[in-house]
């Protein structure tokens, strides 16, 4: 399995347009997870899912991020409009529940919007 | 919810000599303690992990500690390399589960 694939790599975006960040989990892993990485606030938690379905999504900043998992294998963050303050790195990670309850974290994906 | 405590924040220390980096939980529940390992410009990746049934835990050079009634628990990497040279994360989680909450990062600079 070529692991957790996440795009674009580098986004640079304009205040108010929209962005969708995109992740494939690895084949089998029944966990997804977004995560949002700065340096004021670490690793924090945006959403998680389930089998596809959205289990806690407690830790998405307001109503302009929302995020989906249409099937097992793909997961989008979308965030519109997007804010200065949305600057960051987005990881996407997936796990196995009934393995090690290792995360596997995608490349991420930098997000600067101007 | 669960809340992890990580210090310090930064530690730089000279090659060859030891580095502990500290992390306490507050979910008495969390029986699942991975630490994660993110070089610059990289993913984070599992280094190690342990479980409440065992107090400690040996992988080469790197060794992690807990304390269940204290609910902390640590990292040492002894004989520093440059290579080591990364933000380290510690997690604490519910087996079962797995969802983790993370520390917020020890940046661990290794000084040839």
């Known amino acids: 399995d070529a692991g957790v694939i996440q795009s674009p790599r580098h986004e640079v975006t304009e205040m108010g347009q929209e962005v969708t960040l995109r992740c494939k989990p690895i084949?089998?892993?029944?966990?997804l997870f977004w995560y949002r990485q700065t340096m004021m606030r670490g690793l924090e938690l945006l959403i998680y899912?389930?089998?596809?379905?959205?289990?806690?999504d407690s830790g998405m900043p307001e109503d302009r991020f929302s995020a989906k998992m249409p099937n097992a294998s793909f997961s989008t963050l979308k965030i519109q409009p997007s804010e200065p303050r949305d600057s960051a790195v987005y990881f996407c990670?997936?796990?196995?529940?009934?393995?090690?309850?290792?995360?596997?974290f995608g490349e991420g994906s930098r997000l600067t919007v101007l | 919810g669960e809340n992890v405590e990580q210090h310090p924040s930064t530690l730089s220390v000279q090659e060859g000599d030891s580095a502990v980096i500290k992390c306490t939980y507050s979910?008495?529940?969390?029986?699942?303690f991975p630490w994660y390992k993110q070089e610059l410009g990289k993913r984070p990746q599992l280094i190690i992990d342990?479980?409440?049934?065992?107090g400690e835990k040996k992988d080469q050079r790197i060794a992690v500690t807990l304390n269940k009634t204290a609910k902390h628990f640590s990292l040492h990497i002894t004989e520093t390399q440059p290579e080591d040279s990364a933000v380290y994360f510690c997690?604490?989680?519910?087996?079962?589960?797995?969802?983790?909450?993370f520390g917020r990062g020890t940046s661990l600079i290794v000084h040839p």
């Open positions: 990670a997936s796990s196995f529940r009934g393995a090690t309850g290792e995360l596997f």
């Open positions: 084949s089998g892993h029944d966990y």
């Open positions: 899912f389930n089998n596809n379905v959205p289990i806690d």
């Open positions: 979910d008495s529940a969390s029986n699942y």
């Open positions: 342990i479980r409440s049934n065992v």
């Open positions: 997690a604490a989680s519910r087996g079962g589960s797995y969802i983790p909450t």
